[in-house]
């Protein structure tokens, strides 16, 4: 048979295939050549009569049907598909029923073996060979093997590691349970075609031969090409995790290298600075506000190493760095940061501390320095006991309180200005015309007079000493170099505490020199006040006496520099100008005043300086 349409047409080949199966029986006599239509519907009929007598139901289907296919050489579809039934239903009937083994038929174990092998699907579920055909899933299982390659092919990479992974897990859940699935089937297959061959003989029918690309050697051909795809699958599944590893280890080391030039570049400018301390101090703060940002990226180092973690690269030789290396940089360029902004703070501190020697500055920033454990530039209450203890400084524990107390109240923490002033404050307090005498002495080295080699070699600032020249008398030797009877001057001239409460200093008519325009022991501080002229610049020196709380009676030498604003223009220039040099001079001043007005000069505004350490 070559047509379903041509050859079933005129009935003659119905009526034999319902003849070859059953040799002992005979549906008689009928039309070999039929030539007329009426020919080919006896032939027809006589058929479709045999197969009814054979319990066979035919649903929608006669003599009148299949004249309409000889007919229409292109029948409908509806009609091909009532002969296709019927074909099987003939092929169901007459060859698979009549066969059985082991108890079952030929359909049943057919059926009982679509069961099995789609037992493990779910979603499948074969009852019967119509209506649990009629969705195609069963069917679909036989192209599963050119389908699961076909997916392989279309399935794109992401380009992450969690993607590629997760296909190689996938891949490797297949090959454990798919493709086993597959080999069985696959030997099943074998089997059955073998066992189907064997019946057919036994019977004496011909040999099943499968359609073109159905035949063994064709799975075989198949079968092939699957472990060749699983092969192209798993090198590129494993080339695909190479390369991602590849490609988050140059991400990180990119990271990571920037930001340490980055850390180093800062590090660099921190180092190279230099200038005025204003100037420091305001680049070194430029330099703080380019930290944060230096936090976020840190965190996108971060955040790439944990990839890097999750993908299970544990080694990069792009880079030398972790990102822990990059943090405990960062967090050190910050404390370099802070005790650069710190050092810079304490020492406008010491450069504004004009009435303390360099060695007691510097005695006294080491203290704190050692003191200030936590780097905060800041003393806790322990810290500052101790410090002042190193000074040889002790005080009771509830004075220590109060001191303490006082300071955080003034300053918002023992800072290192507040410290300072502190030790201002007590050492003037504690500095007496004896202890005056004994710096002279050990400047003349016990001699009882000074050179200017002397002074010089002290260390003393030029205008002290050309001041201390002229103010100092000299000894009665003529020949040599001159000297100076230091002991008298500190009796006669220095001693404000015994001779005089206060001095007014003027310029000379000139204006070429600093002159004493006056001095007094009035104990009155409106006394003073009154001597300082309402519309003229002048200079004073104060024996300021106050009582501070909790601590006594105390002593401070005020500077007042004396500029009203109804003074000439042209005299407080000439007076600005001229007050470093008459400073320079002054030893021991503790408190400095500006006055442009008798508010700024006024007692309560000098005592509140002056109790602030100020």
Partial sequence: MTSLVNDLSDGVRLIQLMVRPFGDTSLGRYNKNPRIRVQKAENVNKALEFITSRGVKLTNIGPEGKLQIARNPRPPKSLMLLILGMIWTLILRFTI????EEGL??????????????EPYKEVDIQDFSLSWSDGLALFLLSALSGTQSQWADTPFSGTYTDAKELSMDFATYKQTTKRAWVTERQDLAT??????TKLKTYGLRDYVPPSGLALSDLDEAWKRLLAAEATRSRAINAQIREIKESLRKQFADLANDFERRLHAISNKLTAIEGTLESQQQQVQEIQTRLPALKGVLANVASVEAECAAANVEENDYTVFTCQDLEFELELLNLSVGQKIAFIDNQIVSRNMTN????????????????????TNTLSLPEMTAALASLGIVYTDEDMILIFEDLTQA??????????NLLVDITE???????????FRGIATDKPFVTELDLRIAHLPQPAIDYLREAMPRTSKEAGEPEYDYERWLDDALKLKKTHKY?????????????VEKTSSSTDYDDFIADLPESECRWGIYDFEFEKEGGGKRNKITFVSWAPDSAKIKQKMVFASSKDALRRT???????IQGTDSSEVAYESVLDKASRGN
């Fill in 192 to 197: 059955l075609f073998g066992n189907v061959q």
């Fill in 411 to 420: 300053y918002g923490a023992v800072t290192y200005e507040a410290f300072i």
């Fill in 356 to 375: 303390l020697t360099p060695a007691q500055l510097e005695q006294f920033e080491s203290a704190f320095r050692y003191f200030d454990k936590d780097e």
């Fill in 503 to 515: 001095i007014i200093f003027t310029l000379s008519s000139d204006s070429t020199e600093i002159v």
């Fill in 429 to 439: 307090d504690q500095t007496s015309p004896e202890q005056l005498r004994e710096a």
């Fill in 105 to 118: 038929s030929a359909k049943e174990g057919l059926l009982l073996w679509c069961q099995r092998k789609t």
């Fill in 586 to 592: 002054l030893v021991g001043v503790a408190v400095e």
């Fill in 97 to 100: 029923a009549d066969i059985s």
